[in-house]
């Protein structure tokens, strides 16, 4: 667990040592909920804020990189591999029909994820899902 660890950022199970939480009596999951937001803002944004600095200020590690350039060796393979079907259907298929390329342009890697960082995404994957939202969009999974 924790991929995004070795850039910096602390794991699921670290957040709620966070002495600022144990000062307060606070967990993260309520601090994040709903509840709290509606009921202790100032805290509930305050611990957002916070966390969205770090996020900002810190880079995905290299390991992030390194996925990336095995996915695009998985991407060229799988292109050079179309490549040759196009090929070789064009040689079976003497027929003028227009070709459909749309499958042409999915990107055959796609990630899933708990963390809310954006790592993946800031590494140039393009198909992510977060399974726990996003922290630059307000939104929960």
């Known amino acids: 667990a924790g991929l995004s660890a070795d850039s910096g950022l ?10 600022f939480l144990k000062k307060i009596n606070q967990t993260y999951d309520y601090v994040a909920s709903i509840n709290s937001i509606v009921k202790q803002p100032e805290i509930s944004l305050g611990f957002y804020l916070i966390s969205k600095n770090k996020y900002v200020e810190t880079e995905p590690h290299e390991g992030y990189h390194l996925l990336r350039k095995w996915s695009d060796r998985i991407i060229n ?18 027929d003028d029909d227009d070709d459909d390329d749309s499958l042409n342009n999915i990107d055959p890697v796609f990630c ?6 954006g790592y ?22």
């Open 10 to 19: 602390l794991i699921f199970s670290q957040v709620n040592d966070l002495p």
């Open 77 to 94: 393979k799988d292109q050079l591999n179309n490549r040759q079907i196009d090929e070789e259907i064009d040689n079976n298929n003497n």
């Open 112 to 117: 899933i994820t708990s963390n809310v960082d």
């Open 120 to 141: 993946l995404r800031r590494s140039g994957f393009n198909q992510v899902g977060e399974i726990h939202g996003r922290f630059d969009t307000w939104h929960c999974g």
